[in-house]
Each structure stands twice: as C-alpha cells, then as structure tokens.
Nanobody, 124 residues
Framework: QVQLVESGGGLVQAGGSLRLACVAFGRTFSSDSMTWFRQAPGKEREFVAGSRWSIGSTEYADSVKGRFTGSRDDAKNAMYLQMNSLRPEDTGVYYC?????????????????WGQGTQVTVSS
C-alpha cells in the first residue's frame, strides 16, 4: 500500500520560513512526477511546485517563485519544500502528490497518490 506522509507545517509570522517534508512508503517515485499543491480556505487546490523526476528541474507557481525551493532525495524516497519569506496569502493546507503515469505536471488529475495534508498558517 502506497502512502505519502507530510510533516513540517505550522504557524509562522510573515517573513518567516518553514520546511515541509513528504516521505513515500510502499513505492519509489524517482522516475515519476512529485508535486506540492495547496488549498486555501474557500479556494480551489492549486499547484505550488513539482518535478517530473527526481533529477529533473523543479517548476514553480509564479506566486512562489524566488521564495520557495523544492527538492527530492531518492535515498530517503522523500520530497521537500523550503518556504522562505512567507506571506499571509501562503496560508492553506499543503499536500504532496505523486503520479504513476505521465500527465500535465500542474494538473491535480495527473496524481494518483496524495498525502493527508499539513496546515501552514502565516500571520500578518
């Protein structure tokens, strides 16, 4: 059974930093897309950052470019999201997702496996 387990969310003041982690169990994803999405209250889930394979380049949503850095670690079967210069509009539940087939990186419909989500709250 495949599981994605996220950690690292929390409450932080604007301008602060958090580092999210997502560890996969039951399957390796080094050749597959892994991505971070987020969902703010009352809004649809949106793409944040992701890569098509572990050694590929990371793509970012315009809203986080220059502030967030995504990375992957094959040895740990894990994915990370370093979030700096956080803003109140970054508040939401952050989900990691992993694909089993090829599809648009930024579409949630590409992803078969999802973590439970971790809450990020940025106070002003």
């Amino acid at each position: 059974q495949v599981q994605l387990v996220e950690s690292g969310g929390g409450l932080v003041q604007a301008g602060g930093s958090l580092r999210l982690a997502c560890v996969a169990f039951g399957r390796t994803f080094s050749s597959d897309s892994m991505t971070w999405f987020r969902q703010a209250p009352g809004k649809e889930r949106e793409f944040v950052a992701g890569s098509r394979w572990s050694i590929g380049s990371t793509e970012y949503a315009d809203s986080v470019k220059g502030r967030f850095t995504g990375s992957r670690d094959d040895a740990k079967n894990a994915m990370y999201l370093q979030m700096n210069s956080l803003r109140p509009e970054d508040t939401g539940v952050y989900y990691c997702a992993a694909a089993e087939t090829i599809g648009p990186l930024r579409s949630e419909y590409t992803y078969k496996y999802w973590g439970q989500g971790t809450q990020v709250t940025v106070s002003s």
